[in-house]
């Protein structure tokens, strides 16, 4: 089986699709960055590491942080410490309530603190 965008997106409520893809675009634009598919997740990347990863369920996604565990921009504490295989160091599940521009902000100090 092959995996790709489609294959995560199609067990999300399709108002959290919408909003992923609106910020899917944010973080493409960054310098660098490339998006990979796992059987579990999606991930985006610079040529050096991991920043964050996405998974997917049918009412949320969680987010997946790598390298940042201070978070300055999370004025409202929405990210919370974890530690697991794939070397993520916090974690916040994404539901449809959030901002787009807020989670950005977030995703984009994940993203600078590995450059």
């Known amino acids: 089986m092959e995996y790709n965008l489609d294959f995560h997106t199609r067990k999300v409520l399709p108002i959290l699709v919408l909003k992923f893809l609106k910020l899917r675009q944010k ?5 660098d960055v490339s998006e990979s598919y796992t059987k579990t997740s999606v991930i985006y990347k610079t040529k050096r590491r991991n920043f964050v990863r996405f998974e997917f ?3 949320s996604i969680k987010i997946l ?7 300055t921009a999370d004025i409202d504490k929405f990210v919370r410490p974890t530690k697991n295989e794939w070397g993520s160091t916090a974690l916040m599940k994404f539901v449809s309530a959030l901002d787009i521009d807020y ?6 100090e994940s993203y600078e603190s590995i450059l």
């Open 27 to 31: 973080i493409m634009k960054l310098t």
């Open 57 to 59: 369920y049918k009412k």
């Open 65 to 71: 942080f790598f390298n940042s565990e201070l978070f």
């Open 103 to 108: 989670i950005f902000k977030l995703i984009k």
